[in-house]
């Protein structure tokens, strides 16, 4: 079974500048998750989607991020404009919603993102 | 509003100690825990997952238990090497929305 993909793997981008990351999820799961890792800290949700509607969206700085599941499996994540304080990895994850796996996240490869 | 604590934030032991990694959250109303290990630039590999109704869990060299009333998780890494070297992430699963909540991680290196 794949796992979770996401592309970019890395970024580099000026501040201002747009940019947006892509996640594939494991096939069949309906949750998908997109955090914020800042350098020394912990993973922090920014938006959960079941198939595609939002379920929270609460810690997302809706002035310059949005993101989309328009048909209930891929994603995009954006940025626009830009910030230095923006610098992390971005991760992405999914979570069935029945069987064994019910309950427990698995996550991709992460995008590091350096905003200059 | 659920908060995670890990503690040390940073530790250095010689290759062969046994140590232990310290996870505490704020509120006991869980549905399971996971530790994750992260390698620099990389994602976050699932470790151990321990349901609520689990008192451990167990694979290979590692350990995790779960005291769900006092707040507390410990993973326990057996002879350590240097392979083992990366930061432990604790995570709590919590809420209707089945939502994570990460530590801020222990940074492990282990000298040979």
């Known amino acids: 079974e794949a796992g979770v993909a996401q592309s970019p793997r890395y970024k580099i981008i000026e501040k201002r500048q747009s940019v947006a990351f892509w996640c594939n999820p494991i096939s069949g799961h309906a949750t998908l998750y997109w955090y914020q890792q800042i350098l020394g800290q912990g993973p922090k949700l920014l938006i959960q989607f079941q198939n595609n509607g939002v379920v929270d969206d609460s810690q997302l700085p809706k002035d310059r991020f949005s993101a989309e599941r328009l048909k209930g499996v891929d994603s995009t994540l954006k940025i626009q404009p830009a910030k230095l304080e923006d610098s992390a990895v971005y991760l992405c994850?999914?979570?069935?919603?029945?069987?064994?796996?019910?309950?427990?996240?698995?996550f991709g490869p992460g995008t590091r993102l350096t905003v200059l | 509003k659920q908060e995670v604590t890990q503690i040390p934030a940073a530790l250095s032991v010689p290759e062969g100690e046994n140590l232990v990694l310290n996870c505490s959250f704020t509120?006991?109303?869980?549905?399971?825990l996971q530790w994750f290990r992260q390698d620099p630039g990389k994602g976050l590999t699932s470790l151990l997952l321990i349901q609520s109704s689990q008192r451990e869990q167990t694979s290979g060299r590692l350990n995790a238990s779960l005291d769900k009333s006092s707040g507390r998780s410990t993973l326990y890494i057996a002879a350590s090497q240097p392979g083992d070297s990366a930061t432990y992430l604790c995570a709590v699963g919590s809420g209707s929305a089945r939502q994570l909540t990460f530590g801020s991680g222990t940074q492990l290196t282990v000298l040979p």
């Open positions: 509120d006991s109303a869980i549905y399971n």
């Open positions: 994850a999914s979570s069935p919603n029945r069987g064994k796996a019910y309950n427990e996240q698995f």
